[in-house]
């Protein structure tokens, strides 16, 4: 197989590794401020790839473990075995990010929040590449993932994957990439410190001066995907992101339900975000409590027991396919 980087200066992929709501699109337009560094909004190229081969989570009506199984037996006759396979998709995404990064470019940053899922097969895929861990107050993700996507409304049963599965495999990856990574906390892109751009940059082996802070609120990411809301509402740094989320946690429901996650994580958890459990305990006592939105947190709590285990959205497409005259497919 020939080199995809033939003829053209190889592309280093850096990827932002954090959880949805972290202000990893601030921290996007940021780098994109510097002429070396090119990005999409989000390219998610990865995830079928990798997901190719995983048993669960995955459900299509082409039968996945069946499409697992015939791909194993694919890839053990070839000479490089699985590892090809997967050297394959690494080729092919270092192709494609050169294609999207143009010619001028040296850096290709691939922001998918969803990439925790993968995070691990990522580090070990791309020995090249830099990593960028950027940490958010729990709390904060918390209450923007229930104004931002919930309209203020109890919703975190649909974000379990982010919150526990993908917490706890960042810090992992954090600590298994080594030298090859960088920590950032979102309180730093908000400060908007020359220092802490600085670190930021000369990771990259870059120099801030050559970027241009203010292309950030110009810096425009093609695609439907990414945090538009954040864009629209900061076009420019504030602090107000720091200090909005305390108004969205102050039902006695939200408060336990927070203090138990909070626990969940743990203290050498928070430690490696950058974070203190006893602090955030205190800043969450510290909250009024308003009762307002106690009884539509009870219901919708209950509720997405059910959602978890029965993810309705399944049943509306199959009923939708029913409507539109469509034959029914078992997926598996």
């Known amino acids: 197989m020939s080199d995809p980087r033939e003829g053209s200066a190889a592309i280093v992929p850096v990827f932002v590794f ?6 990893s699109t601030l921290l996007q337009r940021m780098l994109a401020t510097h002429p070396a560094i090119e990005t999409a909004s989000e390219p998610w190229i990865l995830l079928p790839f990798l997901y190719a081969l995983r048993r669960k989570g995955v459900y299509a009506e082409y039968g996945h473990r069946t499409s697992i199984r015939a791909l194993e037996d ?5 000479p490089g075995g699985e590892r090809q396979y997967i050297e394959a998709v690494r080729d092919l995404a270092l192709h494609l990010y050169r294609e999207r990064a143009g010619a001028g470019a040296r850096y290709f940053v691939d922001k998918t929040p969803r990439y925790h899922v993968i995070a691990g097969e990522i580090l070990r895929m791309f020995d090249d590449a830099r990593f960028i861990f950027l940490w958010r107050n729990p709390l904060a993700i918390v209450a923007s993932m229930i104004e931002g996507w919930g309209r203020g409304h109890w919703n975190l049963y649909e974000f379990e994957v982010d919150l526990h599965d993908g917490l706890e495999a960042l810090v992992d990856a954090q600590r298994a990439a ?9 309180a730093e892109l908000v400060d908007a410190s020359p220092d802490s751009r600085d670190r930021i940059f000369s990771f990259l082996g870059l120099k801030m001066i050559d970027a241009d ?3 950030q609120v110009e810096v425009q990411l093609d695609g439907r995907m990414g945090d538009q ?3 629209r509402q900061y076009s420019r740094l504030s602090q107000e992101p720091r200090i909005k989320w305390t108004k ?14 909070l626990r969940w994580i743990g203290r050498e958890r928070l430690q490696a975000m950058g974070y203190d459990l006893d602090e ?18 009870a219901i919708r709590m209950l509720a997405g027991r059910f959602v978890r285990a029965f993810e309705p959205w399944i049943l509306r497409d199959k009923l939708d396919d029913l409507r539109h005259g469509h034959r029914l497919h078992p997926h598996s």
């Open 280 to 297: 955030l305990l205190r800043e969450l006592d510290a909250i009024p409590t308003s009762w307002r939105t106690v009884p539509a947190d």
């Open 248 to 261: 969205t946690l102050g039902s006695p429901l939200r408060k336990a339900w927070c203090r138990r996650y």
């Open 74 to 78: 694919f890839a053990s006759g070839l």
């Open 178 to 186: 080594g030298e090859r990574a960088i920590s950032v906390r979102f």
């Open 18 to 23: 954090s959880l949805p709501r972290s202000g």
């Open 213 to 215: 802070p203010e292309r």
């Open 229 to 231: 809301t954040g864009v």
